[in-house]
C-alpha cells in the first residue's frame, strides 16, 4: 500500500451499492487509509450535484465529475471543460435532428443537472437529487456533458460523426451515450489532478467498473475491475475483485493493509 498515495474509485457500480449507498464497512475501510496518508478520491460520470450527497459522506481530496470535464482539489475547483451556450444548443439540435426531435437528453452544468425525460427520474432513483426539469428550448448555459438516449446504433454513429468536437462513450447499463470536449475523459482529468496534488499516475489505485472506466484504469499504478463489471473493464485491469454488493472494495483493501 506504501506504493499509493491516492486511491480513485467510480460511484456507480464501485464504490455504491446497486441501492446507491457506501456502506459502514467500505467507509471504515477508507478511513483507514486516510490514516495511512492516502488521499481519497472520486471520478464520476454524474454531474457534482448529483454526487453531492456520497461526497459529503466520503469527503473526498480528489472529485473529478461529469466525466472528467470538472475537476476539485481539496475544495477548490482546478479544472474545468465547458460548451459554450451557442454550442451547447449547436449540440442540442444535432441530437434531434438524429434521434427525434423527443430524445431524452441530460445536461451537466457547473451548478446543477437538466433533463427531459418522460419519466421523472427522481421518482426513479432519489439518489440524483435536485435534477431539473426543461423542455431544453432556447438551453442558455454552458455544458460540461451531454448524454443523449440513443436506441439504434447507426444513429449513435451518426451523432458521433456529426460532433466531432466531442469525446463520446456509451455507458454499459442501458442506451445513452456521454458526450463532453473532445480530449475530455476520466484518464485526462487523473493526469490534470496528479498534477495539481504533485503525485505520479503511478501512485494512484484506481477501481471502476464501466466503458468509461476502462482509460483511467490502464493509466494508472493499478487498475482494478469490481467483479460486477463488464468484461471490456476486466480485460483492462491488473486485478478483479468482489462486487459492489459484496464490500469488494473494504474485501481488497483489508487484505491489503494486513
Known amino acids: 500500500m506504501e506504493t499509493y498515495r491516492l486511491l480513485l474509485f467510480d460511484l456507480d457500480g464501485t464504490l455504491l451499492c446497486s441501492d446507491k449507498r457506501i456502506t459502514g464497512r467500505t467507509l471504515q475501510a477508507l478511513q483507514k487509509c486516510r490514516e495511512k496518508g492516502m488521499m481519497i478520491g472520486v471520478s464520476t460520470s454524474r454531474g457534482e450535484g448529483n454526487a453531492l450527497p456520497f461526497i459529503k459522506e466520503l469527503r473526498p481530496d480528489i472529485l473529478i465529475a461529469s466525466g472528467g470535464a470538472l475537476i476539485r482539489y481539496r475544495g477548490e475547483y482546478i ?21 427525434g426531435m423527443d430524445c431524452e437528453i441530460t445536461i451537466d452544468t457547473v451548478d446543477a443537472h437538466y433533463w427531459n425525460y418522460r419519466d421523472n427520474p427522481k421518482k426513479l432513483d432519489k439518489s440524483w437529487g435536485d435534477s431539473i426539469y426543461t423542455d431544453f428550448r432556447d438551453f442558455g448555459q454552458c455544458a ?4 443523449v438516449e440513443i436506441l439504434d446504433d447507426g444513429d449513435a454513429r451518426r451523432l458521433r460523426e456529426m460532433l466531432e468536437d466531442c469525446d463520446c462513450i456509451r455507458f454499459s447499463d442501458g442506451y445513452w451515450y456521454k458526450f463532453t470536449k473532445k480530449g475530455v475523459t476520466k484518464e485526462e482529468a487523473i493526469l490534470k489532478a496528479c498534477a495539481a496534488c504533485g503525485i505520479g499516475a503511478e501512485e494512484v489505485m484506481a477501481f471502476g467498473d464501466d466503458y468509461a472506466d476502462v482509460g483511467m484504469l490502464r493509466l494508472c499504478g493499478r487498475g482494478i475491475a469490481m467483479g460486477n463489471a463488464i468484461d471490456e473493464v476486466k480485460a483492462a485491469t491488473d486485478f478483479v475483485i468482489g462486487s459492489n454488493d459484496e464490500d469488494g472494495i473494504a474485501v481488497y483493501l483489508e487484505s491489503l493493509m494486513g
Open 79 to 99: 479544472y474545468r471543460a465547458e460548451f459554450t451556450p451557442e454550442r451547447t444548443r449547436q449540440i442540442i439540435a444535432a441530437a434531434r435532428s438524429v434521434c
Open 144 to 147: 460540461l456533458k451531454m448524454c
